[in-house]
Nanobody, 122 residues
Framework: QVQLVESGGGSVQAGGSLKLSCAVSQNINSFRNMAWFRQAPGKEREGVAKFYRGSSAYYADSVKGRFTISQDNAKNTVYLEMNSLKSEDSAMYYC????????????????WGQGTQVTVSS
């Protein structure tokens, strides 16, 4: 059974940075897409960034230029580096994986971590 475990969340002031990690229980290169999603209270889960086959990155417009997705194949870990954080980035952040050639729609990702909370204060 695939397990994803996120870490690295916390509280930071606006303009600050955080780096999230997602440790995966199997070879991450077996997945076609690894992605990060977030969900704020009362809002739908939204896609933030995805990495196709560990080579092509895609970002939501709201985070483009501020967030970077990367992965360490040897550690089977996916990262989300977040810079210039804004209060609207506050949310629970989830790592997800899929064997599909998916975009950033949550319904296309069957494997999820438990989430890590990011709180940005202004």
């Amino acid at each position: 059974q695939v397990q994803l475990v996120e870490s690295g969340g916390g509280s930071v002031q606006a303009g600050g940075s955080l780096k999230l990690s997602c440790a995966v229980s199997q070879n991450i290169n077996s997945f076609r897409n690894m992605a990060w999603f977030r969900q704020a209270p009362g809002k739908e889960r939204e896609g933030v960034a995805k990495f196709y086959r560990g080579s092509s990155a895609y970002y939501a417009d709201s985070v483009k230029g501020r967030f970077t997705i990367s992965q360490d194949n040897a550690k089977n870990t996916v990262y989300l580096e977040m810079n210039s954080l804004k209060s609207e980035d506050s949310a629970m952040y989830y790592c997800a994986a899929t064997y599909l050639g998916a975009g950033l729609s949550p319904e296309n990702y069957p494997y999820w971590g438990q989430g890590t909370q990011v709180t940005v204060s202004s």
